[in-house]
């Protein structure tokens, strides 16, 4: 009996020393945090289209807040003059919902953001756009969206991001 309790004092004894030699938990968590350093911090998204795309008032609602104003689309934006148009977030993001859908999205980064950055905007992957002209890039087809299109000013910085998630 006193065998077994040396042996096991001696065991605990060497397990404690071990302890001692790891890193404190708190250690290995930041060095899994990403580098904030410019050269290595990837751009950071405005929203995530995909938990918006589709989706339906009550849901957006729970994802992106209280709407902040609701109007007619009299713009014209989404090319329907009868749909009702939601800003969200002090108006970086506006969706109109078409058949009860959040359809036609469009999103204005809150600060400068350039079009290179485009689609990291919406928690997107990055592709080649499909069209590019000197204010506009545009993707189609890009990752079960219809379309995706940036406008932009001359010296690169975003002005509005469209998105159309289902109809034309």
Known sequence: MRVLFFVL???????????????PARTEQASR??????DTAAPRAVVQIHEIAKQTQEDIELILGKVGSLEASAD??????????YTYQQGTVEIVYINDA???????????????????VLGLPERAPDFSEKTTKRWENHEGLRQITVHHQPDGTITEIIVKAITP
């Open 33 to 38: 945090l990403p580098s904030t350093s410019p």
């Open 76 to 85: 014209g934006f989404a090319g329907c003059l009868t749909c009702q148009k």
């Open 9 to 23: 004092f001696l065991n605990l004894g060497t397990l404690g020393t071990l302890a001692c030699t790891s890193q």
């Open 102 to 120: 959040a359809d036609w999205i469009r999103v204005r980064p809150p600060a400068p953001r350039l079009v290179a950055d485009a689609l990291a």
